[in-house]
């Protein structure tokens, strides 16, 4: 069965310094992957996704994510962080016997310095 | 356009009340869901629509149902209300499998 690990549940950046969001999926094939991001009392909005194209995705805000199939890993990075970004982040893999579910990870709440 | 919208924003119940949530989208989405969100874990998949007049059960369905009778509604009830139920209820809609829109949630607390 498929699942996500988010390595972290918290991060705390300073603000202009790079943040990594870590994430594992496992999967016996190679899966379609997203990110979202939760901000404070808001909907959830979709980042950036990877359906097997490029490796590396970019996505809204200045985000990008690296599929590495070795690792069996997608982690999220921006180079710089800004005060906007504090946030719930979730890394999420698309079903396989069911292409409707998207299996969610527990959630990285990023949190920025100022 | 609104995107999706749902009805109550928030909610507490008695244990064994009922209540019905709603959802409704105005971007022609075929696929509509319903997930559950709880601290700690993510989003769970309890209903979705491919269509007007479907449904289908999803991870967590047990306690829940679901009606489409109009494309741009999809309700979510709750028959007899369990503390266990108690969460922040997100809709989502998509257009086929593209990206899925999220409304900003419904908090339940059931007492």
């Known amino acids: 069965a498929q699942s996500v690990t988010q390595l972290d549940s918290h991060v705390s950046v300073s603000e202009g310094t790079p943040v990594l969001l870590r994430c594992n999926y496992s999967?016996?094939?190679?899966?379609?992957l997203f990110w979202y991001v939760q901000h404070p009392n808001k909907g959830l909005q979709l980042l950036l996704k990877?359906?097997?194209?490029a490796t590396l995705v970019k996505g809204i805000n200045g985000f990008e994510a690296e599929f590495k199939k070795s690792e069996t890993s997608f982690h999220l990075t921006k180079p710089s962080a800004h005060m906007s970004d504090a946030a719930e982040y979730f890394c999420?893999?698309?079903?396989?016997?069911?292409?409707?579910?998207?299996?969610w990870g527990a959630g990285t709440k990023l949190i920025i310095k100022p | 356009n609104a995107g999706v919208t749902q009805t109550p924003k928030f909610r507490v119940l008695k244990t064994g009340q009922s209540m019905t949530l709603l959802c409704a989208q105005d971007?022609?989405?075929?696929?509509m869901y319903w997930y559950r969100q709880d601290p700690g874990m993510g989003l769970r998949l309890i209903h979705y629509?491919?269509?007007?007049?479907?449904?289908a059960k999803g991870e967590v369905p047990d306690g829940y149902n679901v009606s489409r009778l109009k494309k741009q509604n999809f309700l979510l009830g709750l028959e007899s209300a369990a503390p266990s139920q108690t969460s922040v209820y997100f809709c989502?809609?998509?257009?086929?499998?593209?990206?899925?829109?999220f409304g900003p949630g419904t908090r339940l607390t059931v007492l």
């Open positions: 989502a809609s998509s257009y086929g499998l593209n990206e899925q829109f």
């Open positions: 971007m022609n989405h075929e696929y």
């Open positions: 629509s491919v269509g007007e007049g479907t449904t």
């Open positions: 999967s016996s094939y190679s899966p379609s």
């Open positions: 990877y359906t097997s194209a």
């Open positions: 999420v893999v698309r079903g396989r016997f069911s292409n409707y579910q998207l299996i």
